[in-house]
Structure formats: structure tokens, C-alpha cells
């Protein structure tokens, strides 16, 4: 499902960038800027909704610290 939704989101958001490219002679540059703006944080969530979350944010080394200093917190309540 996962998949299937970023396949159809990735097609959808081509095809509004299509849309866009077409239409922003008519536009304001300040519409132009913060359109495309929006397509490119729309664009960069989307690749990175790709790549699995360990690969992005890797966090093991935090959980390592504080996981232990957890345990002692949480025995001590």
C-alpha cells in the first residue's frame, strides 16, 4: 500500500508540476517562488519517504545512551 500510494503521489505531483510549468508565465514571480517552493518540499518529502527512517535518522547510538540511564530512572520511581 505503501508503495501503491507514492507511485500515485509521485504521478500526481509530476503531472501539477506539468500544470505549473505551463501556467507560471501568467503568475507573479512572488506566486512563481512560492509555488515552486512547495513543490520542492513536496518533492523532498516524497524521496525521502523512500528511504527507511533508520537511514535518514540514524538514532541507535542515542538509544543506546539513554536506554540504560531509562532503566535506572524508571526503577527508581
Do not use: E
Not at 509521485?10 to 513543490?39: E, N, T
Not at 516524497?46 to 530512572?73: E, G, H, R
Amino acid at each position: 500500500m505503501d508503495k501503491l500510494f507514492q507511485i500515485v503521489f509521485g504521478c500526481a505531483l509530476l503531472i501539477m508540476f506539468f500544470r505549473y510549468h505551463q501556467k507560471k508565465k501568467r503568475w507573479d514571480p512572488s506566486q512563481r517562488r512560492i509555488v515552486g517552493l512547495i513543490y520542492l518540499l513536496t518533492l523532498l518529502i516524497l524521496i525521502a519517504s523512500l528511504f527507511p527512517n533508520v537511514q535518514l535518522m540514524p538514532v541507535n547510538y542515542i538509544n543506546d545512551y539513554f536506554s540504560p540511564q531509562m532503566m535506572m530512572w524508571v526503577k527508581q520511581s
